[in-house]
């Protein structure tokens, strides 16, 4: 036996304001807060080096020698002179 379906209610939502007052200078400071004010890094940097010196430190920290010194001879055939610096450091630093 089917029961009978009753109509949904007619609903006027149009009187409804969903912005909460401050909420416009929040999202203001928000989008001014992901904006650096001076450039990060060396321009000539390649990112994926970048990440690559960021991995062999962590490596480092966690005791993984050989695969910090392994991604730092990348660096040292990939990245910007500031970046081979680096590596040049830390595997200074690791031998």
């Known amino acids: 036996m089917l029961l009978p379906v009753e ?9 409804i304001n969903l912005d909460l007052p401050g909420t416009a200078k929040a ?3 928000v989008t001014i807060a992901m904006v650096p004010s001076e450039p990060v890094g060396d321009p000539g940097e390649n990112p ?11 490596y480092e920290e966690m005791g993984d020698r050989d695969g910090a010194r392994e991604l730092l001879q990348e660096v040292l055939g990939e990245g910007s002179a500031t970046q081979q610096d680096k590596a040049r450091d830390m595997l200074a630093r690791l031998a």
């Open 48 to 58: 994926e080096v970048a990440t690559k010196i960021e991995l062999a430190k962590a």
């Open 27 to 29: 999202e203001e400071d």
């Open 7 to 15: 109509p949904a209610p007619n609903l006027d939502l149009s009187g």
